[in-house]
């Protein structure tokens, strides 16, 4: 069985001009849903309601940033490709820039600023109240996204408060299951995806823990 060390050893490793296209690459590619949105409006394809279409699709892509973070460190720890880490935070601010798409299309084109109606939208539908509690939670982890901020709190605190992206795909998927009214395929495949994700993480930690106590106890022996 291969182990994670000849795993990382065999690994793809890209240097820092790779790593600059790559990078390129991921950034185009997470804009390509805003882009295929502003072309379907410019061609008049959004359907018969153009703002649910805006809604729906932004909350979409919000939902599946979330998920392609979330993916970042079991894909890291199954193929020992630990450069994956470097792309995480571009990933994880997409999924805050379409979660601010989603929310503006809302407050916006939905509600035309009608304050007083979006907070009774909040108290009154717990599905529009879930997705506002994950919205407010990405907003410390958006606004510690930057280097400085890292050193500023330290490794252990950033990373302790970053934890929060767990409850936000959570919320986000409790929010869509709570909005759909019939068919609820879509939310029980992101939560299964979701599942799958924190489950992968849970496995891994603890194989860690069973490693390092295998070699203290080694270390006991000899
Ligand atoms: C992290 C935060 C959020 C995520 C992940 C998220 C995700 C989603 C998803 C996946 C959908 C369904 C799309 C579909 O039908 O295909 C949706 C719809 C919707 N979301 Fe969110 N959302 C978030 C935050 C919010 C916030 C803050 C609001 C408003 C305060 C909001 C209001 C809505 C509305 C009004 C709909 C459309 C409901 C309908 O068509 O009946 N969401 N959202």
């Known amino acids: 069985m291969a182990t994670s060390q000849s795993r990382a050893g065999r690994s793809f490793n890209p240097d820092r001009t790779q790593f600059a296209w790559l990078w ?42 979330l998920m392609i973070t979330l993916a970042v460190t079991p894909l890291r720890q199954l193929t020992g490709w630990h ?48 997705g506002f509690g994950a919205f ?16 500023r709190l330290g490794g252990r605190l950033w990373q302790r408060l970053h934890r929060l992206v767990y409850a936000i795909g959570t919320l986000g998927v409790v929010h869509y299951w709570w909005l ?16 799958f994700l924190l489950g992968a993480r849970v496995w891994y930690a603890r194989r860690r823990q069973r490693s390092v106590q295998a070699m203290t106890l080694q270390e006991g022996i000899s």
């Open 24 to 65: 390129r690459a991921v950034w185009l590619a997470c804009l390509l849903p805003l882009l295929w949105l502003i072309a379907a409006g410019l061609r008049d394809a959004l359907g018969a309601n153009p703002i649910e279409y805006i809604t729906r699709a932004t909350g979409d892509w919000t939902l599946r940033m």
């Open 83 to 130: 450069w994956l880490v470097r792309l995480r935070r571009t990933l994880g601010l997409y999924a805050f820039f379409y979660a601010c798409l989603h929310l503006t299309t809302y407050v916006w084109l939905d509600q035309f600023f009608d304050i007083d109606g979006i907070v009774k939208d909040i108290v009154k539908r717990p599905f529009i109240t879930i």
């Open 136 to 151: 407010v939670l990405l907003l410390p982890l958006a606004a510690t996204s930057t280097n400085g901020m890292i050193r």
């Open 180 to 195: 759909v009214k019939k068919d609820i395929t879509e939310p029980v495949i992101y939560a299964l995806v979701l599942a």
